[in-house]
Nanobody, 122 residues
Framework: VQLQASGGGLVQAGDSLRLSCAASGRTFTNYKMAWFRQSPGKEREFVASITWNLGTTYYADYVKGRFTISRHKPENTVYLQMNNLKPEDTAVYYC????????????????WGQGTLVTVSS
């Protein structure tokens, strides 16, 4: 299984970015796809998730209303649309896939991408 994240970059506060995660190597039926992020000196934290089958979404409070997760089944790709970015959103963003008992738990995700860096300047 491969998860290839892309789309990161350097933007200014208030700007938007769309991250992509191209998934391959298996079918993801019954899987949950998620985005996590990790800032320097901080632990990796949950951002958003989506169920592959039904497209049910869940967001961390600190991104709710600004970020939107979606998936495009024919292309096996998950997206994270990030609007109104803030400097505190600066982090390496990772996509993940798994069947977690707890949606926000890092340990529940078996497969991980390599990460893409998002830097938001003030």
């Amino acid at each position: 299984v491969q998860l290839q994240a892309s789309g990161g970059g350097l933007v200014q506060a208030g700007d938007s970015l769309r991250l992509s995660c191209a998934a391959s190597g298996r079918t993801f039926t019954n899987y949950k796809m998620a985005w996590f992020r990790q800032s320097p000196g901080k632990e990796r934290e949950f951002v958003a998730s989506i169920t592959w089958n039904l497209g049910t979404t869940y967001y961390a409070d600190y991104v709710k209303g600004r970020f939107t997760i979606s998936r495009h089944k024919p292309e096996n790709t998950v997206y994270l649309q990030m609007n109104n970015l803030k400097p505190e959103d600066t982090a390496v963003y990772y996509c993940a896939a798994g069947v977690p008992v707890t949606t926000t738990s890092i340990g529940g995700y078996r497969f991980w991408g390599q990460g893409t860096l998002v830097t938001v300047s003030s």
